[in-house]
């Protein structure tokens, strides 16, 4: 067994908080149906699709009585991006399920969804759980990206229940995982299979929320490591006053990662992909905001600063958004092309590209950079997306802003200096050891996913809420998956999907920043976060994000 450091030997024995219905265990707990509900957009294209699983209730759990059942098996899948937590949801849907009858087993399928089509697993143990209790990382069973959609999988997958006496899979994962937990639970209740499926909801991007997911785990954890990096960042930025760090954060699409890392630690500049798709900004025009704050900053005698990019943002650009579409559509043909495989050279791959792109692309496909380019041509995940860790914008902002200080600067309209350092902070909050609340609340959600499958439940998602309060007020329940689904085009054809939640310009959180970032951007405001605390006072061990706790404050105003 590999050597544990001095802080892992002290996490390992943490005892995650519980909601106190749960606490008693998944035996004494009473299940309340809210009313039918209904997709987040495309009823009857859902409705059509998921004819066995759509438009069930919101159900909650409150404290009852009850008495041991039959002896059961389940399975549980980690799937996506690691999200710190994830091996305490397994913690706790372990424990659950042996509290309520010691004979039930778990199986863990190895390496992703694809683990239960091949039939890789392990049976967990005591003494392997208890090794990674509160431990960061996915690595106790491995993770991918497989998505789950056709029959011959479902066939498998249903095969490798049968052989281990499976009824309930529990999938762990972010918006396209969820959406493979619904389709599964659809087939799975289509075919009379008996095997129950329940999601739970996984990203530290913290856009797999609504009403009753009020975040999903890991983004405590990781903007919490975030904030500290760019804190040491903005020190080392004050002391030196000799460069602009450009850093990217993590977050595909939406940008609450990078608007939560701002409020932590209030940089110059934060630049948030859903204002770039509302104001229709270009490229253009954010790279001239940027240089705006560098010309006035520089008048002050400061030729220094702290920017954020969020990682999503070259797909907000319309321009962009438009050239990654036209991308996407043509990926296939692209594949199958022999001028394409056979290029010699990049640029001679570029010209496979601009002659298939439409007219209005190829001029914006033309302007960037080869390493943009080459990037943008990468391969899709499994899912469809474009791989938007692996496009350096922050470094095409840094190309773009220097291109136009030098222009300016031979105009004689600007005088300063610009030095910049790029910095992409992601993998690096993804497997920190979980912050209490991140601790909690995912022991709490795989205790809860039990009781669901107890309950008999499919097609839902654990859900837990009322997270600012004290663990032991948290509400218990689960979302039926249909409810967050609507139609999106991927890989060229319409799909259904779980509606990834953007950052509302409209809410607290966005308003936060914008009342503020005119005074961060000439004064510098730096907040220094430090290092996430595990043991100590409650006002630092204990913290929310500040994205909880404005959208809850708000919504407790709004009731
Ligand atoms: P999930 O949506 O699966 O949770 O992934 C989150 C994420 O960390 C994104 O922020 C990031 O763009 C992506 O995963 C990186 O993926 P990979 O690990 O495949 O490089």
Redo the contacts with the bound molecule.
């Keep these: 067994m590999n050597k544990l450091s001095p802080l892992q030997t002290e996490r390992l024995k943490y005892q995650p908080k519980l909601p106190a219905t749960l606490a008693d265990g998944i035996n004494n707990v009473t299940l309340y149906e809210g009313s039918p509900t209904d997709s987040v957009r495309d009823a009857e294209q859902i409705k059509e699709l998921f004819k066995n699983t759509y438009g069930k209730p919101v159900v909650t759990f409150n404290s009852g009585t009850g008495t041991a059942p039959e002896p059961r098996n389940a399975g549980v899948i980690l799937?996506?991006?690691?999200?710190p937590g994830g091996h305490n949801v397994i913690a706790g849907l372990y424990d659950a399920l042996k509290k309520s009858n010691s004979e039930n087993k778990l199986y863990g399928f190895l390496g992703g969804p694809s683990g239960i089509i091949d039939g890789k697993y392990i049976e967990f143990t005591a003494e392997l759980i208890d090794r990674y209790r509160n431990t960061g990382g996915f690595d106790i069973i491995g993770s991918g990206?497989t998505k789950l959609e056709t029959g011959d999988q479902f066939k498998k997958a249903l095969a490798q229940c049968q052989k281990l006496g499976i009824t309930g899979i529990v999938i762990i994962?972010?918006?396209?995982?969820n959406t493979n937990a619904a389709m599964l639970a659809e087939w799975m209740t289509a075919n009379n299979t008996g095997v129950q499926v329940i999601g739970c909801p996984?990203?530290?991007?913290g856009d797999l929320k609504n009403d009753r997911i009020e975040i999903s785990f890991?983004f405590d954890t990781a903007t919490k490591t975030y904030g500290e990096l760019i804190g040491n960042i903005q020190r080392d930025a004050n002391s030196a006053k000799k460069y602009w760090h450009f850093i990217k954060i993590?977050?595909?699409s939406a940008s609450h990662?990078a608007l939560e890392a701002a409020l932590q630690t209030q940089p110059n500049i934060t630049l948030i992909s859903e204002e770039v798709a509302e104001k229709k900004m270009s490229l253009e025009q954010i790279v001239n905001y940027i240089v705006n704050i560098v010309d006035k900053r520089s008048e002050q005698g400061k030729n220094f600063g702290t920017i954020i990019v969020p990682?999503?943002l070259i797909e907000f650009i319309p321009e962009m958004k438009t050239l990654i579409s036209n991308l996407n559509e043509i990926m296939p043909e692209l594949e199958s092309d022999p001028d394409y495989a056979n290029a010699t050279s990049t640029g001679e791959q570029f010209n496979v590209v601009i002659n298939r792109l439409s007219d209005e692309n190829v001029p914006v496909f033309e302007s960037l950079p080869a390493s943009i380019k080459a990037q943008l041509l990468m391969d899709r995940?499994d899912h469809g997306n474009v791989?938007?860790?692996?496009i350096e914008t922050e470094k095409l902002l840094i190309e773009m802003v220097q291109t136009k200080l030098e222009a300016m600067n031979s105009q004689g309209l600007y005088k300063g200096k610009f030095s910049a350092q790029s910095h992409f902070f992601?993998?690096e909050g993804?497997c920190a050891f979980p912050s209490n609340f991140d601790a909690d609340y995912c022991y709490s959600l795989g205790y809860n996913a039990a009781a669901l499958i107890k309950s008999g439940l499919t097609g839902y998602i654990s859900s837990v809420k009322n997270l600012t309060k004290p663990a032991q007020e948290w509400e218990a329940g689960g979302v039926p998956l249909t409810m967050m689904m609507n139609v999106e085009r991927r890989h060229g054809q319409d799909k259904p999907v779980i509606q990834k939640a953007l950052v509302e310009l409209n809410g607290p959180v966005f308003r936060q920043l914008e009342a503020n970032r005119e005074d961060w951007a000439m004064n510098d405001r730096y907040v220094f976060p430090g290092a996430i605390q595990y043991f100590g006072p409650a006002e630092v061990c204990d913290l929310t994000t500040q994205t909880l706790a404005l959208e809850q404050a708000k919504s407790l105003i709004n009731v």
């Design positions: 799937s996506g991006g690691q999200a990206r994962g972010g918006d396209d995982s996984k990203t530290i991007d890991g993590m977050g595909r990662v990682e999503g995940d791989q938007v860790s692996r992601g993998y993804r």
